[in-house]
């Protein structure tokens, strides 16, 4: 057990802030994706394969909500899965996923077939659930913390995918430009329940340590990816 003071809320959110340069922005092949230096076909593998990350998200959303007996938190948390399943006036992120594997050359039913999704793509998101399901909520909610490096790769990729990739339709984007906003509202939300939960040195320790094992979900992920469409085409 640690004997040192806790960190002001200002150190602690600078220690979760530094745990940006794991994002998965920095991965060699998504350092390439950016770059423009990717096939059709190293888009396609990786769009199908995130598919299954983006399906899983309400599925980690609906346990947290379960998990945790706070009434205003789950009206609070309850709208991340809107967000993704969609309702009766707004898409939600699932489908705007789904045009965007449409606008990168693949079918509808080969996404929801799931057919590409690689074995180490979907052990690592499995995993991340799973967790979401059997740790204490505040535990799972700081792990949704990666949102905060999110919005710079949304930007990145409308800036630049128009230039690099101009074969994939335009409306395609449109799940980028979503989850901008989207992203910046969700982080308020898990940072003010992460503060308020991780309030002893170790405490904030373990929080970086869930905050890592996200990121090493995300960073799994593209291994996976890279290690079987890196060099295709």
Known sequence: MSTLPPWDPATFTERLLAKGNRYHIH??????????LLRPEQIRGWV????????????????????????????RWRQRIVDHD????????????VRLGVAVGLT?????????????????????????????????????????????????RLASWPQNYPWIEPDGLQYFRSRISLAERDVEHGLETTLAHFTTREQQLRALDI??????VLWSMMDAIELAYGECG
């Open 86 to 97: 969609g309702d009766e006036t707004n898409e939600g992120g699932i489908e705007a996923w």
């Open 27 to 36: 991965h060699p092949f998504n350092v390439r994706m950016q770059q423009g």
């Open 211 to 216: 905050l890592q094992f996200k990121l090493d």
């Open 48 to 75: 199908a394969n995130r598919f299954y990350y983006q399906v899983c998200i309400p599925q980690k959303d609906a346990a947290i909500m379960a998990n945790c007996p706070d009434r205003e938190t789950r009206r």
């Open 108 to 156: 509808r039913d080969e996404l929801w077939s799931q057919q590409h999704v690689l074995p180490g793509v979907r052990f690592a998101v499995d995993a991340y659930v799973n967790f979401a399901r059997q740790a204490p909520w505040q535990e799972a909610v700081c792990s949704s913390l990666t949102e905060m490096f999110a919005p710079k790769i949304h930007k990145d």
